[in-house]
């Protein structure tokens, strides 16, 4: 005849036992703390944000640099009279009054200098053959 | 003994007026600086939304502002209701008496005028707005809207040197086009009518202070740190006052040329060409006497 049920095994307890018991007893189960694997994520990303930033330093210098190459030439000849622009380059931000100036002494109509005004801000953000609304509002003629 | 008894209420008295006078200044300072609608304004660019648009979208968009195409409302009807809070913030800037761009003269040159830029397209979607409310039966929030447009475009300019002038003349015959439309496709109810009319009389008749922006255009140059060669200097003394009236009489307009021809490099070369100021100036106060004929 069994006597005690399903995987127990009746074993005489002795006074030890019995306070060890009462001891065990006494531990209650605590909250789990995060997985290791944020708190790694935290160490590795001072490391990552340096070099995202030398990154986009180093592209920014190389965009200035291609700018400052390639950027609005102003054509004149002699006798004052304008020819426009070399290249229908658009105005950096912030637009300054020097730069409005210059394009409506220099560009080929005013509507022209509304033209070239015009800023892309999120250029890589667009899809293919789609541009900005607002680039396009902030321009005159496309 | 008594002298103190009497001056020292005189003494409180007299603290107590100056504290609520400088208070009340104080007060009527901030409310002034809260009330400035270019403020307004640059919340309403900072909500303006951006969309992806084809080229040939873009193409359109501007045949529409130029008024050479009609508005599509399937096409632009998201683009407008997701700018909506934009232009509504920019709707309730224009109700504002002053607007202040507080453009720093101090930095020259340099002082940046990003607002223009801003003030463009915001305008342009306003336009839009015009057509899509005139289109789905809203006259009165087209109206409201126009009239806004109006005020927001003359505000573009106010303080400004030559080019915001130039871009709120743009502006505002971008609205004048869309008065016609919606004059021509919706006819508009009396009250209508005349909100219109005030909002085009209060333009005046040459839309946009011009002879203001030449002054301040012209005037950055005067000092010697913006590069000028003396000779320069000399020649633009004598330039400004001609070119400031060329703005109101054209026929000083040869002369006026003659001059800058004859003016050293420096300087011809960081002039505007005044026959386009003029012409552009012209065009505008035509468009005015046009659209206030058809509003009578």
């Not at chain 2, 270019?38 to 979208?57: C, G, K």
């Not at chain 2, 202040?100 to 830029?117: K, M, S, T």
Request: glycine share 8%.
């Amino acid at each position: 005849m069994r006597r005690w049920g399903l995987g127990r095994i009746p074993v005489q307890m002795h006074a030890d036992d019995e306070r060890f018991e009462v001891y065990l007893k006494q531990f209650r189960p605590r909250q789990p703390e995060p997985l290791p694997n944020e708190r790694r994520t935290r160490v590795t990303r001072p490391a990552f944000a340096l070099g995202a930033c030398a990154t986009t330093a180093a592209v920014a210098v190389i965009a200035i640099a291609l700018m400052m190459r390639h950027g609005p030439k102003l054509n004149h000849s002699a006798d004052g009279a304008e020819h426009g622009y070399v290249e229908p380059a658009t105005i950096s931000q912030p637009l300054t009054i020097y730069k409005a100036n210059a394009l409506l002494a220099h560009a080929p109509s005013l509507k022209a200098a509304m033209d070239l005004m015009a800023f892309h801000p999120q250029s890589a953000q667009w899809p293919k053959n789609q541009q900005s609304v607002l680039f396009v509002l902030s321009k005159e003629k496309n | 003994m008594k002298i103190s008894r009497v001056f020292a209420p005189m003494l409180l008295f007299i603290a107590l007026s100056a504290g609520s006078t400088s208070g009340q200044l104080q007060a009527e300072r901030q409310t002034k600086l809260g009330e400035n609608a270019a403020l307004r304004y640059w919340s309403a660019f900072a909500e303006m939304q951006d969309a992806a648009i084809t080229s040939q979208q873009a193409r359109e968009l501007n045949l529409i502002l130029d008024g050479t195409a009609p508005y599509k409302d399937l096409k632009y009807k998201g683009l407008v209701e997701k700018n909506k809070p934009a232009l509504e913030t920019m709707i309730r800037g224009t109700m504002l008496p002053d607007c202040d761009w507080g453009v720093d003269y101090q930095l020259g040159q340099d002082a940046p005028v990003e607002y223009v830029r801003k003030a463009l397209t915001l305008g342009r979607l306003n336009v839009l707005y015009v057509f899509h409310r005139g289109i789905n039966g809203d006259k009165d929030g087209a109206v409201r809207s126009l009239v806004a447009g109006l005020r927001f475009s003359r505000d573009v300019a106010n303080g400004g040197t030559l080019f915001a002038t130039v871009v709120a003349a743009n502006l505002v015959a971008s609205h004048l086009r869309a008065a016609e439309f919606v004059l021509h496709v919706s006819g508009l109810s009396t009250a209508q009518r005349l909100a219109l009319q005030r909002a085009v009389a209060s333009l005046g008749p040459n839309g946009l202070d011009w002879q203001g922006a030449v002054k301040r255009e012209l005037g950055l140059y005067r000092g010697t740190d913006h590069g000028l060669s003396t000779q320069g200097l000399a020649a633009l003394a004598q330039i400004t006052p001609l070119y400031v009236s060329a703005m109101s009489d054209p026929s000083v307009l040869p002369r006026l040329q003659g001059m800058i021809a004859n003016a050293p490099p420096d300087l011809r070369n960081i002039l505007p060409n005044p026959q386009r100021v003029v012409e552009t100036k012209q065009s505008l106060e035509n468009h005015l006497a046009e659209v206030r004929g058809l509003l009578q």
